[in-house]
């Protein structure tokens, strides 16, 4: 859990932060593609008004004599039969020029930019044809790659900073809840073995009173009632020892890269179970339909997987509509086992399928079965089992398919 919520702070962080470069990245560098367009637009005209040499440096217009000397004026006849090179010195090969014209007299538009040549160009009509001004934008579109080029530099080296920084900002700031939650499992686990031992009294004491004829029939019904509390208790701590072991192998997994724990032939585990389950099957009203693949194998602990599977077959036949079939498949996905345990009946709401494997969360239909319902633990310790074991549990719920949940190892 904690790794998650620092993988969230870190996402969220970089998420933020490089939206807001990417906006100011790309707002400056539009600002000056525009500025660049503009000042070659302005160009054009002084040129093809035949402006072309009367800029002076400290030009008052913003353009240097450099770039006007950029600028070629060309007057052309009505055929596009080039007449005169206007007065720059600019040079311009000759088929260059012959492309360029061709492709400006069949433009619907009076200016634009060439196709195959960096050359923003504008036309005007005279007396004699047209007047064809001529600018080269080569040095404006380097200057724009190269702009472009350092903003992406600029993003990938903030964003890695920003990646350090976040990943040290985010351990010092969940280090006060990671003690809290460590300091909460060990109080649960210590809690649960204190605990033990007074009820393992209070229940063999109980079994003496049972035994006692001496004890009234009236004593006897307390005596049983306490009892059955005290089983009840009991179990609530065992669960809670089965959630802090699981808490502990997660978190000491979440440090490993490998797996320790030996091969388990799921395929016969599953199976044993279904057999189990067979008869608690036709007592509630339904049936076991199972689909297991051959020689499936994980590295899991074999009580662990088991009791996720139980806890599972329970759930499923327990709520199960009456004469249906609950269904468990057992195949291979890739380098994965996975493990889908269906059945149909009430479907869970998709608000009450979010908290599922919540601790101690129940749906109203279970709270609604007192006689068979449980602490609500059952399906967390299932997840902490699974996740310990670095695999996932998921549910899905709807009326064409029924409810499903699938453990993927």
């Keep these: 859990m904690l790794a998650r919520l620092r993988r969230e702070f870190i996402a969220i962080t970089m998420l933020l932060v490089g939206m807001v470069l990417i906006g100011v990245l790309g707002m400056i560098f539009v600002s000056n593609a525009l500025t660049l ?7 054009l005209d002084r040129a093809i008004e035949g402006d072309i040499t009367s800029a002076q440096i400290g030009d008052t217009t913003g353009e240097q004599s450099a770039e006007i000397m950029l600028a070629v004026v060309v007057e052309l006849a009505p055929d596009g039969t080039p007449l005169n090179l206007g007065g720059s010195p600019v040079a311009i090969p000759t088929d260059t020029l012959d492309d ?3 492709e400006v007299l069949a433009a619907p538009s009076d200016s634009g930019e060439c196709e195959n040549y960096p050359i923003s160009w504008k036309r005007a009509a005279t007396p004699y044809g047209w007047r064809l001004a001529l600018v080269d934008t080569y040095s404006r579109d380097a200057a724009l790659r190269t702009q472009a080029l350092n903003g992406l530099a600029i993003f990938l080296v903030s ?10 900002l985010s351990g010092w700031a969940l280090r006060p809840v990671e003690r809290a939650w460590q300091q909460q499992r060990r109080f649960v686990s210590d809690a649960s073995h204190e605990l033990k031992t007074p009820l393992a009294v209070i229940l063999a004491n109980m079994q003496i009173l049972e035994r006692d004829r001496g004890v ?10 306490t009892r059955e509390e005290a089983t009840h208790m009991r179990e609530l701590v065992e669960s809670l020892l089965t959630l802090a072991r699981a808490d502990e192998q997660a978190s000491a997994r979440a440090g490993r890269t ?5 091969e388990t032939d799921l395929t016969a585990l ?20 199972t689909e297991l693949s051959d020689a499936v194998v994980a590295r899991v602990s074999a009580d662990d997987y088991r009791r996720v599977v139980r806890t599972l077959l329970d759930n499923a036949t327990k709520y199960a509509s009456p004469g249906s079939a609950v269904r468990v498949r057992l195949d291979r996905n890739g380098r994965r086992s996975r493990l889908a345990v269906s059945n149909f009946g009430e479907v869970i709401a998709a608000d009450e399928l979010e908290h599922l494997f919540d601790r101690f969360y129940r749906t109203d239909r279970a ?3 007192r006689g068979e319902g449980g602490f609500g633990l059952g399906l ?13 549990i998921s549910a899905t719920s709807d009326p064409e398919h029924g409810t499903t949940f699938l453990v993927l190892l």
């Design 37 to 43: 367009r503009a000042v070659t637009t302005r160009i």
């Design 100 to 102: 360029v014209v061709a």
């Design 159 to 168: 964003m890695g900073a920003l990646f350090v920084i976040s990943y040290l």
């Design 216 to 225: 009234g029939e009236d004593a006897m019904r307390w005596v049983r009632s």
């Design 258 to 262: 490998g797996q320790d724990a030996p």
């Design 270 to 289: 599953v199976f044993g179970c279904c057999l189990e389950f067979d008869a608690v099957a036709f007592e509630r009203g339904c049936s076991l339909e």
């Design 367 to 369: 709270r609604e079965r």
């Design 380 to 392: 967390a310790i299932a997840k902490g089992l699974v996740e310990g074991a670095g695999g996932s």
